[in-house]
């Protein structure tokens, strides 16, 4: 593995773990029944966080596959993978 690939994988690994801190947080403050605008914020943070992972792995799929893409006869077949990955993120 190049380091780059190893350094956006260390990078999303540590994000993740971060997130998985930040739910637990969640789940601690509905038990303690914290205020619900604290809580909101919090599932804010979430959600942006994990939409941001959600983009380092699609930006380096999408490399992947653009290079794949114009290496390959499977063109047309690589590109609308990417087009799928993408609709996947948005939803």
Known sequence: MDKNKEKTRKNILVRLR??????????RMMEEEADC????????????AINQVGIIVFEKHA?????????????????????????????
């Open 63 to 91: 490399q992947e596959c653009i290079v794949k893409a114009m290496d390959e006869e499977r063109q047309e077949e690589n590109l609308k993978e990417i087009v799928n990955m993408m609709g996947r993120l948005i939803k």
């Open 37 to 48: 605008m604290d809580i909101l914020t919090q599932i804010s943070a979430v959600k942006s």
């Open 18 to 27: 971060r997130i998985e801190g930040q739910v637990r947080g969640i789940q």
